[in-house]
Structure formats: C-alpha cells, structure tokens
C-alpha cells in the first residue's frame, strides 16, 4: 500500500497551489479573511477560486494522480477515505496556522 504524503508536505503543497492559483494579493486576504472567520471549518478560499482543484494540485504535486487522489478523498466507501480525510484536516489546521511560513515567507 501506497504511503501518503505527510500533513506538512500536503499544506506546504496546497499553499503553493493555492498562491499560484489567486496570486499574492488574494491569497492575503484569504489568510486575512480566515483570520477574522469565528467558522473555524469555513475556508475562504473558496470565495477566490475552486480551492478543492488547488488541494488536487497539492496532491499531484506530491506523487499522486488525479484518478487515485479523487477516489480516496472523494468515495466514502473507500477503504483509505478515513485515512485520507483526517490528513486532509491536519493539512488544513497547519495550513492555517502558517500560511506564509509554508510557503517560505513571514507575510
């Protein structure tokens, strides 16, 4: 069985995407954006583009393709989509907690 990429891979993966997709002036105000959400699961992200193509991206980025990547995360009755989803969450709680130092950057 396939490992998957790490959480830490994944968010620094996933901000690159993300950066690349909505360039430095959104991907800002989304970091300012969540900042100020008190919904600690909505993402604002998604008011700029089609986030859950960034997230593909990030795992393309780290090996894996698109037909294995959307099984696993998208089929609940997957056997790995339990795995995959809470990697996807701390992906997210990382990614959130440093967006900029992901990507190299202090703002």
């Known amino acids: 069985m ?4 790490t ?7 996933f901000a690159r ?7 430095r002036k959104n991907y800002h105000e989304i970091v300012r954006l969540n900042a100020a959400e008190p919904e600690p699961s909505i993402c604002h992200s998604h008011d700029f ?3 859950n193509m960034a997230m593909l991206s ?9 037909d294995d990547a959307t099984a696993i995360i998208c089929e ?10 809470a990697l996807i969450h701390e992906m ?6 440093d967006p900029f ?5 202090t703002v």
């Open 2 to 5: 396939r490992n998957f990429p």
């Open 7 to 13: 959480a830490t891979a994944l968010a620094r993966s």
């Open 17 to 23: 995407a993300l950066r690349h997709e909505v360039g």
């Open 49 to 51: 583009c089609d986030a």
């Open 58 to 66: 990030a795992w393309n980025a780290e090996g894996w393709h698109d």
């Open 76 to 85: 609940p009755d997957h056997p790995r989509h339990a795995e995959a989803t």
């Open 92 to 97: 997210w709680r990382q990614w959130k907690a």
């Open 101 to 105: 130092g992901l990507l190299g950057q």
